[in-house]
């Protein structure tokens, strides 16, 4: 197996709990990247500018709390789905990596694969005879991982194994 299919039980959690996280890095290198400054954000979310300074504070002990509904607000008006931003975060501990070009496509790849998954499991599950839901267990998250990581590698590498033969037979046929 490949090293790059193992996990690591401490990398997805800490002491056992969630790990907090700084979304306003991310914001902030979106903002910049776009163009963006803290009154411009304020008119796309309708959020006071005096109030997107609060939550956009670059010393985090002088931040306010954000609520939900403004944290949705600000990711919408920089065009960055939700989903993207918590596996960016969950993802990259560094958040100028969301916004590396080199990792784009596995963001996008992540963020497809998860916003439809919760449903998908659960109607899988749903269509299983005689379960009502009790078998379930948390346990189940880490192997379950553990094989969509392999089968990801497996699949990469076949690919790439594919790519590889192609172009040797085109440099044959030359």
């Known amino acids: 197996m490949s090293s790059l299919a193992r996990i690591e039980e401490d990398a997805c959690c800490s002491s056992g709990g969630i790990e907090r996280r700084d979304v306003v890095p991310l914001i902030h290198q979106a903002m910049s990247e776009k163009n963006i400054g803290?009154?411009?954000?304020?008119?796309?979310?309708?959020?006071?500018?005096?109030?997107?300074?609060?939550?956009?504070?670059?010393?985090?002990a002088k931040r306010t709390p954000i609520y939900l509904r403004e944290f949705f607000d600000i990711l919408g008006a920089l065009d960055i789905n939700v989903v993207q931003a918590v596996i960016a975060l969950e993802t990259y501990r560094d958040p100028k990596l969301f916004h590396d070009e080199r990792f784009q496509t596995s963001i996008a790849m992540l963020t497809e694969l998860f916003k439809g998954l919760p449903g998908m499991l659960v109607?899988?599950?749903?269509?299983?005879?005689?379960?009502?839901?009790?078998?379930?267990?948390?346990?189940?998250?880490?192997?379950?991982?553990?094989?969509?990581?392999?089968?990801?590698?497996?699949?990469?590498?076949?690919?790439?194994?594919?790519?590889?033969?192609?172009?040797?037979?085109?440099?044959?046929?030359?």
């Open 38 to 60: 803290q009154r411009k954000l304020a008119l796309k979310t309708g959020i006071s500018k005096t109030r997107i300074g609060l939550l956009l504070h670059s010393d985090p």
């Open 123 to 174: 109607d899988a599950l749903d269509e299983i005879e005689g379960m009502d839901g009790t078998e379930i267990r948390k346990e189940w998250a880490g192997p379950l991982r553990q094989a969509v990581i392999e089968k990801l590698v497996k699949e990469v590498g076949a690919v790439m194994a594919r790519r590889a033969s192609l172009t040797q037979t085109s440099f044959l046929g030359i």
